[in-house]
Structures are given as structure tokens and as C-alpha cells.
């Protein structure tokens, strides 16, 4: 447990709904675990009170995180957005720099990428990928990936015209809109990710067929859950190497961290922190 003292820095997460979060946890270990002086809290939030939050955290020496629905907004009132809070048009993670300057990133870019290259051990360069969704973790994921060095991603969304819009504001000639599931049948893909919700309920639909392409070589679900998550496992039934969105969100925290205190994260105290929540949460709902 950290100590909190009248130096302590203050750190928030901000979005609504927040009490599910396990980001405090997650982070309140980190600190404790670095021996760092600061508290990391959450706040339910409404639009119009995010503006006044974010400055007066950063500019008080702390910051925060911010989360849904708030990403986009958040990007819209730093004072100094990062390149990748430009191009994924959204902000997790803010602070002030010593003249008082409100900056931010989205980490979940960075998150992405490191779990990516753990799960492939090593980086996804040339890699034929397909991505499922076209909301804000898919913005993120698509960056990571192009960055990386994939050879093509096709994004299949349920609405088109999202996936449109995603594919001209990051795209370049490796991104494609599947306009429909025939564009995909028998076609091979080294990777595909879940960026859709499908998975959060457990009556969701699989987000895909997985019969439906001529090859998978790997699954990278950026959903989460108690054992894994119906694709996951849907996946390793067929004998594809798969895996869920923890470590993208251990590694998203660990990079803000970072911006946050200057030195690297301690993610073993993290995963730590995350396993213990998620058995607590379970106890609970299993009661
Ligand atoms: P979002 O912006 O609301 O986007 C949701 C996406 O899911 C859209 O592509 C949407 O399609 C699709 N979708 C929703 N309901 C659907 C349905 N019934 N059938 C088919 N598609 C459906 O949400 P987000 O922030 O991108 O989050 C997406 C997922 O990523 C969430 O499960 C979230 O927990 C996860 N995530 C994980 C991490 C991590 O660190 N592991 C980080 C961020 C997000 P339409 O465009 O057609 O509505």
C-alpha cells in the first residue's frame, strides 16, 4: 500500500461508468511496488466537468487516465496532443509538463504494440492482417500495427461507413474495407484481432466465422475475461495460437506509467495486481 501524504501526486481516472475499473488497483500496485509517492483514484465523470478535471489534475503534478466516453473529448483539450493522440483522434493518458503545458498520449497504441510483439514473439512486420471492429480500440490496434510493419490489414465492421472512415483518417495503401464477408472467404491471414465488443457478454455471437478464411495463423482478442474469452478459445480449438486483451491492458498502464514517473513499470506487480482484483471480482459475482 502506498503512503499518502500531502506530497503524494494525484493521479485519476476519469470516464463514466469507472467502479468496474480495475486501473487502480492496477496502477495504486505499480506505484506501491516502485515506491513512488502518489494515489491513483476514479472518478465518475461528465462531459462537462472532463475539462476542468484533466487541467486541474495535470497542473496540480498529477494526471490521469481517461476512458469511455470521454477518449475524443480528452484529445480535444490538451494543450499539446502527441502524434499519436492526432492520428488515432483520442487521448488516455494526461499530465503537464514543468511550464505547466497539458500534454497526453494514447497508450493504448503502445499497449498494443508490446503485446503484439510478446504474443508473435517478436513484431507482426509483413503480416497479412484482419481487423474486426472500427471504434476507438481498433483506431489504436491500427496504428500499432501499421507502425510495426504489417504488410496489409482489412477491417471488417459492422458499419461500413465506420470502417470507411477509420481506413481515410490512419489507412495508406495497406488498409482496405471488407465491404462483405464473400471478400474474405478463403482469403489467408497471418493475424486477426478483435477490436469489436463481441465477447464482453456471454450470449455474444463469436465476431467470427473462423471456418470462413482460407487460413488463421494467429488470434489477438483485445477483449478480456475470466477464462480467456469465447474467440479465444474458439480459436485454440482449431489449433490457432490465440490470446486476449490482458497484457494489452497490463502494458497500456505500464506506458503510462512511464510518461507519468519518468522510469519503467513494474508489470509483474501489475499482473499481479490485475489476477488478484479479477479472483476478488469473481468471488463476488460467484457468491
Ligand atoms: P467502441 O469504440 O464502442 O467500438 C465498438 C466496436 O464494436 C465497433 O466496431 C462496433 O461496430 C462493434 N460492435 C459493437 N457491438 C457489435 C455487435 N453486436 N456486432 C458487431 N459489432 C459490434 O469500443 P472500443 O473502445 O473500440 O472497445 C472495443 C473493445 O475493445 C471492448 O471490448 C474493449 O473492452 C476492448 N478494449 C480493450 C483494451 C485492452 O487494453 N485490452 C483497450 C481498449 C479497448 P459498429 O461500428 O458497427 O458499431
Redesign the pocket.
Given at each position: 500500500m502506498n503512503r499518502i501524504s500531502s506530497t503524494s501526486r494525484v493521479f485519476a481516472l476519469l470516464g463514466d461508468p469507472v467502479e468496474h475499473s480495475l486501473s487502480p488497483e492496477i496502477q495504486n500496485a505499480a506505484m506501491a511496488a516502485a515506491r513512488v509517492d502518489g494515489v491513483y483514484v476514479a472518478v465518475e465523470t461528465m462531459e462537462e466537468d472532463l475539462a476542468g478535471l484533466m487541467r486541474g489534475l495535470a497542473r496540480g503534478g498529477g494526471g490521469g487516465n481517461v476512458t469511455?466516453p470521454h477518449?475524443e473529448k480528452a484529445a480535444s483539450l490538451l494543450d499539446r496532443p502527441n502524434s499519436t493522440v492526432r492520428r488515432t483522434g483520442a487521448c488516455?493518458t494526461f499530465w503537464a509538463e514543468p511550464d505547466g503545458t497539458v500534454v497526453g498520449d494514447n497508450t493504448?497504441v503502445e499497449?498494443?504494440r508490446r503485446?503484439v510483439a510478446r504474443f508473435l514473439q517478436g513484431g507482426p512486420g509483413g503480416a497479412r492482417v484482419l481487423m474486426?471492429?472500427?471504434?476507438?480500440?481498433?483506431?489504436?490496434a491500427l496504428v500499432a500495427l501499421l507502425d510495426d510493419g504489417v504488410d496489409e490489414v482489412r477491417i471488417l465492421?459492422?458499419?461500413i461507413e465506420?470502417?470507411r472512415a477509420v481506413s481515410r483518417r490512419i489507412g495508406g495503401e495497406r488498409v482496405r474495407v471488407v465491404a462483405s464477408l464473400a471478400d474474405i472467404a478463403g482469403e489467408e491471414f497471418d493475424l486477426v484481432v478483435?477490436?469489436?465488443?463481441?465477447?464482453?457478454e456471454d450470449d455474444?455471437?463469436l465476431?467470427l466465422d473462423l471456418e470462413l478464411p482460407g487460413r488463421v495463423g494467429a488470434v489477438f482478442d483485445?477483449?478480456?475475461g475470466e477464462d480467456g474469452t469465447p474467440f479465444v478459445r474458439a480459436a485454440q480449438a482449431r489449433g490457432i495460437r490465440a490470446t486476449?486483451?490482458?497484457?494489452?491492458?497490463?502494458?497500456?498502464g505500464a506506458a503510462a506509467f512511464e510518461r507519468w514517473w519518468g522510469r519503467e513499470a513494474p508489470l509483474e506487480a501489475m499482473r499481479e495486481a490485475f489476477r488478484t482484483r479479477r479472483a476478488a471480482l469473481a468471488g463476488e459475482v460467484g457468491r
Open positions: 469511455l477518449k488516455n493504448d499497449g498494443c503485446a474486426l471492429g472500427a471504434g476507438g480500440a481498433a483506431r489504436a465492421n459492422r458499419s465506420r470502417a478483435n477490436a469489436t465488443r463481441l465477447g464482453l455474444d455471437p465476431p483485445l477483449v478480456y486476449d486483451g490482458i497484457e494489452m491492458l497490463i502494458h497500456q
